[in-house]
């Protein structure tokens, strides 16, 4: 495995920007020969934007991408997603919240499966996110029966041919995106191996999944995604391998 696409969104990070940069480029060229770091910026309202752009100046393996307005976090993922040019993807978020050296835990995973997806263990965010956390998660197992132990967790490794080949399937674009993304996953037939990873708190800037109308965008994708799949064919069966 020489050649790795790093992707994440970025929604009014500029605080954090600069160091999660640099946090990814100093782990990232130690592990591969060959790799890119695609940053969606999601139409943020501070200087994200301007930061992102200079970063990639400095590091040119930074390769920007602008959304004109706020379109939504699962937008955000797409799009980098969309733009990852490596066929192993690792998927995290800009706000500094992982330990970027336990992509060592999930590497081995990807010889014998498609997707490797940690969870926070444990979680550090404020207790109603993590509250509002496990709610969603057990919502999401309820209904479309178990995919993962922490759904929305932002550290995953995979192949992106297992992404491409769903990608056209994913209608959300806000908060259910990874929960889309998962079932299709699992109905598609993907190895699925999940992994601890640590966590720790927020460093700067705010977070945006508690907001009522993130709430209610999340909640409305999720019925129209569970309607759908009614639909539709049952799905197959995938292999889960839990460390």
């Not at 992707?7 to 160091?19: H, T």
């Not at 695609?38 to 930061?51: A, I, K, L, N, Y």
């Not at 945006?208 to 965008?217: L, S």
């Not at 994708?221 to 309607?227: I, K, S």
């Amino acid at each position: 495995m020489k050649k790795i696409s790093v992707i994440m969104p970025a929604y009014n990070e500029e605080a954090n920007l600069p160091g999660m940069i640099a946090d990814v480029v100093s782990v990232m060229q130690d592990r591969f020969d060959d790799f890119e770091v695609v940053v969606t910026d999601d139409g943020s309202r501070d200087g994200t934007g301007q930061v992102l752009d200079h970063l990639a100046v400095t590091y040119p393996q930074v390769k920007p991408v602008h959304h004109p307005q706020n379109r939504g976090y699962g937008a955000a993922v797409f799009t980098a997603l969309s733009h990852a040019s490596k066929e192993v993807v690792f998927f995290t978020d800009s706000d500094r919240q992982f330990n970027l050296h336990e992509i060592d835990r999930l590497l081995p995973h990807l010889s014998d499966s498609d997707m490797v997806v940690g969870y926070r263990a444990p979680r550090r965010d404020p207790f109603q996110r993590v509250l509002f956390g496990h709610g969603w998660s057990s919502l999401v197992t309820l209904l479309f029966g178990y995919t993962a132990r922490d759904i929305d967790c932002a550290f995953k490794l995979f192949r992106r041919h297992t992404f491409n080949q769903i990608a056209p399937l994913i209608e959300s674009r806000g908060a259910t995106f990874s929960a889309e993304w998962l079932v299709l996953s699992k109905r598609a037939g993907f190895r699925i191996a999940e992994v601890p990873v640590s966590h720790v708190p927020r460093r700067a800037g705010a977070q945006t999944g508690a907001r009522p109308d993130v709430i209610k965008r999340a909640f409305r994708e999720l019925w129209q995604f569970r309607v759908r799949l009614w639909r539709e064919t049952p799905p197959h069966q995938t292999e889960l391998i839990q460390e």
